[in-house]
């Protein structure tokens, strides 16, 4: 073999080599940019799931927001329009103490709150009613003025058993009901 024939081998396994470091490069790169593209992928993907997470999440607090809110808004109109009706009832209850039907109310009140804690009960009221009071009691009327709207107190003497069927107790009473009911 000569010299340039021995070059000419060695130049040929040199490019056969360097074709084959070439390949081998190539491929490598490609696998690279191929992990790196998964990856790209995996992250955007798993980027688009939070968000699609978090998107759900401040929605679902929004929705509940505007949900109590709501509810608020329903309950501060009940309120309203049950307080409107209790003081517009407050005031045919107050009229109601002028009108010609009010003393037979009120005798119909001692006979419950007699059947209730027995004939001994002491009666008291307001100070506009304490004359209708005392002629229906009798010696049973206590004439201490009560600050109530209309109807009466009774108590047993001893104190300890007591029925108020003021207006104002009757009126309260039925305003916590109403609230239950619209609760």
């Known amino acids: 073999m000569s010299l340039e024939s021995l070059v000419e081998e060695i130049r040929r396994r040199g490019e056969a080599e360097f074709e084959s470091i070439a390949s081998g490069r190539a491929a490598e790169e490609s696998k690279i940019d191929a992990e790196r593209g998964a990856r790209v992928a995996a992250i955007r993907e798993a980027a688009q799931r939070a968000t699609a997470v978090e998107v759900a999440r401040e929605r679902a607090q929004r929705v509940a927001a505007a949900q109590l ?3 608020k808004l329903l309950y501060g109109a009940r309120e309203a329009r049950l307080t409107a009706a209790l003081k517009e009832t407050r005031d045919v209850l107050r009229d109601f ?4 039907e009010y003393p037979a109310t009120l005798r119909a009140m001692l006979r419950a709150a007699r059947s209730e804690l027995g004939d001994s009960v ?11 009071l005392a002629k229906l009691a009798g010696r049973s009327f206590d004439p201490t003025a009560r600050p ?23 009126l309260r009473l039925r305003g916590d009901r109403v609230r239950k009911l619209l609760a």
């Open 97 to 100: 103490t002028d009108a010609p």
């Open 122 to 132: 002491r009666v008291s009221g307001r100070r506009e009613d304490a004359g209708a």
């Open 69 to 71: 809110a709501s509810r």
């Open 148 to 170: 109530i709207l209309g109807g009466l107190v009774a108590e047993t003497p001893d104190g300890r058993r007591r029925l108020d069927l003021s207006f104002d107790e009757l």
